[in-house]
Structures are given as structure tokens and as C-alpha cells.
């Protein structure tokens, strides 16, 4: 079981003060990871981080906003000062809203693209740059949907559209990565309970949204496993890959 250990280290992940992050930040903790909360809602990333130091964990917090290149360079600037180079970053920090196409703006679009899409462009470079300079290694999961195999809702036009973009940013830099030693791959979550996706603005969901998996809904800590995975020693050979955790809503 040591193949699945992290031990001694250090993970970075993004939009874990709340929903699917929360139940990464879980597993990779439990896992031996000191894990930092990345999010915008600093008060929460700091609330998160001190509910796993108080179970015993190791963990810390930093304010991050996805839509300023300034804030993610200067957060993750100050991760490495701190503990030095993350060995995995997790790109989960998202949106999730829904607009029917026609009456889409474009200021929707480029918020849900921002965040979704560039946010993690933004991420990936800073971190894999120290990862890199540091030397040994490391692991990127950046979590997708399902939505890319078997589109479920009306008004994810803006929402699949960063989602793919994501899974291509992951094929392409797992390319320019792998000489490092570095890793990229994705999970593609589905039907997760989560406050954001019950809460989500946008019409209300009709059709194949409405039904439920037939495993009934994932919770997040489920996320988090597939991510354990991609982060470990047993992974080491791993990249490029899609991991689908939709307790079998595509297959409905």
C-alpha cells in the first residue's frame, strides 16, 4: 500500500475551500500530503486548512484568484517560498453556471472561460516551471467533466467549451511535460453532490439533467480517489489519461 502513499509531499490544490475540493484535500491529507488550499475565498481556504490541522493533517492556505494572472503568479510564488516546489497540482477550481446559447453573453463566456480554461493555463505554467527547477518531478490533475463524453444539460455551452479546452491543456502539456518527469492527467467528474452545483444560476435543469447515476450521486472524497491515483507512485507511468467518476451516468 506504499505505492499509493504521499508521504512528505506537497500538494497545491485549487477551489478546495468548498464542494469537490474539499473531498481532494481530504484524501491527498489522509494520503500523508501536506496539502495548501488555493481558492479566492481566502477566510475559507484558511478555515479549510485549519479543520485538517486540527484532525492531524498538514495543510496551509493561500488567496488565490484565477482570473488575474498577477494573483496566481504571486500565490504561487508564495507556496514555493513556504514549502518549496508542489509536487501535484490539482486544477479543481470551477463554474459550473448555465445560459441556454441564445442567451448567452460573451461576459458570461469569459468569466466561465476564465476561470475554467485560463485559470489553469495560468496555474500549470507557474507551477510546472517550479517543479521543473526544482527537479524532481511531479504530478497535474486537472478535473473536467463529463459533460466531454455525454453532454447532460442544457446551457453548458460556456461550461463544456472551458472543460474541453482543460482537457486539451492537459494532452498538450503531459507532451511538453514528460521529458521532467512530470505527469499530466484528467478526471472527469459526474453527478457529484456538491453546494455549487445545486446552487448553480442559470434555468433550471430539465431532460437527462434531471435523472440521477445509476449508482447513485458521488460524493466528493470519490474525486479525490481517482486524483490519489494519478498522484502516486502506482501512477508513475500514467499521463495523458481521462478518469471518468460518474457512478454510471453516461451509461444512462
Known amino acids: 500500500m506504499e505505492a499509493f502513499r504521499l508521504d512528505g ?10 464542494g469537490i475540493g474539499t473531498g481532494i484535500a481530504e484524501v491527498l491529507a489522509e494520503a500523508g500530503a501536506k496539502v495548501v488550499i488555493a ?15 486540527s484532525g492531524g493533517h498538514k495543510a ?7 482570473t488575474s494572472e498577477k494573483s496566481v503568479v504571486g500565490a504561487v510564488a ?22 441556454l446559447l441564445f442567451d448567452e453573453t ?53 461550461y463544456a467549451a472551458s472543460k474541453g479546452a482543460l482537457a486539451a491543456l492537459s494532452t498538450a502539456t503531459a507532451l511538453e511535460l514528460v521529458a521532467h518527469n512530470i505527469t499530466v ?13 445545486m446552487h448553480a444560476k442559470g434555468p433550471p435543469p430539465e431532460g437527462p439533467a434531471i435523472r440521477r447515476p445509476l449508482m447513485g450521486m458521488c460524493e466528493p472524497r470519490d474525486i479525490g480517489a481517482a ?4 498522484a502516486t507512485p502506482a501512477a508513475r507511468y500514467v499521463t495523458n489519461q481521462q478518469l471518468a467518476v460518474d457512478a454510471g451516468w453516461t451509461l444512462s
Do not use: C, Y
Not at 80 to 99: E, F, I, K, S, T
Not at 185 to 197: D, R
Open 227 to 230: 486524483v490519489l491515483f494519478f
Open 106 to 158: 460573451v461576459s458570461g463566456w469569459d468569466r466561465t472561460l476564465d476561470v475554467n480554461a485560463r485559470g489553469p493555463f495560468l496555474t500549470t505554467r507557474e507551477a510546472a516551471k517550479a517543479m521543473v527547477a526544482a527537479g524532481k518531478g511531479g504530478r497535474i490533475v486537472n478535473i473536467a467533466s463529463t459533460a466531454l463524453i455525454n453532454m447532460i444539460a442544457k446551457g453548458h455551452a460556456a
Open 60 to 66: 496551509d492556505a493561500v488567496g488565490m484568484d484565477l
Open 9 to 18: 509531499k506537497l500538494a497545491l490544490i485549487t477551489g478546495a475551500a468548498s
Open 78 to 99: 508564495e507556496v514555493v517560498a513556504r514549502h518549496g516546489a508542489p509536487w501535484l497540482l490539482v486544477n479543481n477550481a470551477g463554474l459550473q453556471d448555465r445560459q
Open 185 to 197: 492527467n484528467t478526471v472527469l467528474p459526474g453527478g457529484v453532490a456538491t453546494p455549487g452545483a
Open 39 to 53: 481558492d479566492i475565498d481566502k477566510a475559507g481556504a484558511e478555515a479549510m486548512a485549519e479543520r485538517l490541522t
